[in-house]
């Protein structure tokens, strides 16, 4: 593990502040409420539209919606030769927030620096939507972009896009098919019933995130079913046969507790992982315009290209 030293930019520190206002950093009071809140902010933001193709936002990348999905799949290719590897990036949002214009700058960004393209699927959110809206539709989405990548097929996200990730990875270990060649995980959230020790002691130290609010989100997500069940809240599922993994986290992330725990599982299994915690950053701190997500990006691309 490496611990980031030093004061966080002053870049950070602003985002710090803004981040809750903007982003409703309140607690659950009442459930319906946000619920309904939810629904009206998904319905005002409508259709997820990528930006337009070779512009700055893109890097110079051409974004193209790919067909014959039960929702919306779109796929980054950088300039150049024709991508012989792929992501396959599962974004954040607590599950409830689609892909956003960090995620369309860092995927980019990502394709643009590893020669990969990247495929960004939109998958349904809560409350409308549980796991198994989503969860066999990544795995085949998975398996066909590891046909078409004779180079291999990168595993990442962000955040609950993290988790997703995880969850597909391990379905595809108990399987006979195609496997990721890597796993890439920023802040990702694992446990969706937030019981991890630690936790509860942690959310003095996290500006942002909300317990009760992710509590809530998590139940949306596991439906009539457990919330500890490995589809749900993958630290519960088994890490044997997962290949190459990077973790990255901030401290001042909510999610710290069940960070750690699950790289202590995945090192237990066997599992080759790397994992950098930095010292006073933000959840998701790779995926924000800030001064510290530049050399995570480097490594996240880097990791990519190995």
Not at 111 to 136: E, K
Not at 245 to 252: E, P, S
Not at 285 to 304: I, K
């Amino acid at each position: 593990m490496r611990v980031r030293t030093g004061r966080p930019s002053l870049v950070h520190q602003l985002l710090t502040r803004v981040i809750p206002r903007i982003r409703d950093s309140s607690e659950v009071v009442d459930a319906e409420e946000v619920r309904r809140e939810v629904l009206a902010r998904q319905a005002r933001r409508g259709v997820v539209r990528p930006p337009r193709s070779g512009g700055r936002l893109l890097r110079g990348c051409t974004v193209a919606a790919l067909d014959g999905h039960p929702f919306p799949v779109f796929e980054l290719r950088p300039p150049g030769p024709a991508p012989v590897r792929a992501v396959l990036y599962l974004h954040g949002g607590a599950l409830v927030g689609d892909i956003d214009l960090f995620h369309w700058r860092l995927t980019a960004g990502l394709a643009a620096a590893s020669g990969a393209r990247v495929v960004l699927p939109a998958y349904p959110l809560a409350p409308t939507h549980t796991w198994r809206d989503s969860h066999p539709a990544l795995l085949r989405l998975f398996e066909q972009v590891a046909i078409e990548s004779p180079q291999g097929v990168t595993l990442m996200g962000d955040s609950a896009g993290g988790g997703l990730a995880l969850a597909v990875a391990q379905q595809a270990a108990s399987l006979p098919g195609p496997q990721p060649t890597g796993l890439a995980l920023v802040s990702p959230w694992v446990d969706l019933a937030g019981d991890t020790p630690g936790t509860e002691e942690q959310r003095a130290h996290d500006p942002w995130l909300r317990l009760t609010k992710m509590r809530l989100y998590g139940g949306w997500w596991a439906g009539d079913d457990d919330v500890h069940r490995p589809e749900v809240s993958p630290l519960h599922g088994a890490m044997t046969g997962l290949p190459d993994t990077v973790v990255l986290c901030g401290t001042r992330d909510l999610l710290l507790p069940q960070v750690r725990a699950l790289v202590t599982r995945l090192r237990a299994a066997g599992v080759p992982t790397t994992y950098r915690e930095q010292k006073g950053l933000l959840h998701n701190y790779p995926v924000l315009p800030t001064p510290e997500a530049r050399p995570a990006r480097r490594e996240l691309a880097a990791f990519v290209s190995r």
